[in-house]
């Protein structure tokens, strides 16, 4: 079964800071991989979606990630947060073809970004 | 502008009664879902439904119902039987074929008075 680990549960950081936030997914098979943002209040809204090609993703808002097949990662980052980045950030992977695809999202990481 | 409507926001609710969140979706969307959010655990399957008048379980179906008589419209019922039914229910559709991510409602807030 496949599933997404996001090990960071909580990050603060001051405005102008980078972003990291870490993604590690298992599954024996290509992926297709998203970013999910939930501002506080408001939807989930997709940020950014890999499903082939380059693995370097340009999302909304100036996010990025990289895909590392070899370390079954996608990072999500940032090179200078905003305090309105504020927000709970989801990892998710669905398998790539085949009818119904199943997600499987992370554990979720809520950023807090201090002015 | 096309979207999922989930309603009500807020709901509460008694031990013992069942309830019926709603959602609708002018997407033109094959595809819905339910998923539960609690803190710490991200999103998990409820009920998936990939056509009208067909539906399957989710990672953990025990304790809800849903039906999907429209194309629009996919509620979820919370029953008796879920014994730990507080948290946040977001619903969310997708045109089912491949590559394609879900749009998500605003959710609905469920609480055992």
């Known amino acids: 079964a496949q599933s997404v680990s996001q090990h960071n549960h909580h990050v603060i950081l001051s405005e102008a800071a980078s972003l990291e936030l870490g993604c590690n997914y298992s599954?024996?098979?290509?992926?297709?991989l998203f970013w999910y943002v939930q501002y506080p209040g408001q939807h989930l809204q997709l940020l950014l979606k890999y499903f082939s090609g380059d693995p370097l993703v340009k999302g909304i808002k100036g996010f990025e990630a990289e895909f590392i097949k070899s370390k079954f990662s996608f990072n999500l980052r940032k090179p200078s947060v905003q305090w309105s980045d504020t927000a709970e950030y989801f990892c998710a992977v669905t398998p790539p073809r085949g009818g119904y695809q199943k997600v499987t999202f992370g554990t979720g990481t809520k950023l807090q970004v201090i002015p | 502008d096309g979207g999922i409507t989930q309603s009500p926001k807020y709901l509460f609710r008694k031990e013992g009664q069942n309830v019926t969140l709603s959602c609708e979706q002018n997407?033109?969307?094959?595809?819905m879902y339910w998923y539960r959010q609690d803190p710490g655990q991200g999103l998990r399957l409820i009920y998936y439904s990939q056509i009208v008048n067909d539906f399957q379980k989710g990672d953990i179906a025990e304790g809800y119902s849903v039906s999907r008589e429209k194309k629009e419209s996919f509620p979820l019922t919370v029953t008796s039987a879920q014994k730990n039914p507080t948290a946040f229910y977001l619903c969310?559709?997708?045109?089912?074929?491949?590559?394609?991510?879900?749009?998500f409602g605003d959710g609905t807030r469920l609480s055992i008075l």
């Open positions: 599954y024996g098979g290509t992926v297709n």
């Open positions: 969310a559709s997708s045109t089912g074929t491949d590559n394609q991510p879900q749009h």
């Open positions: 997407l033109n969307h094959d595809a």
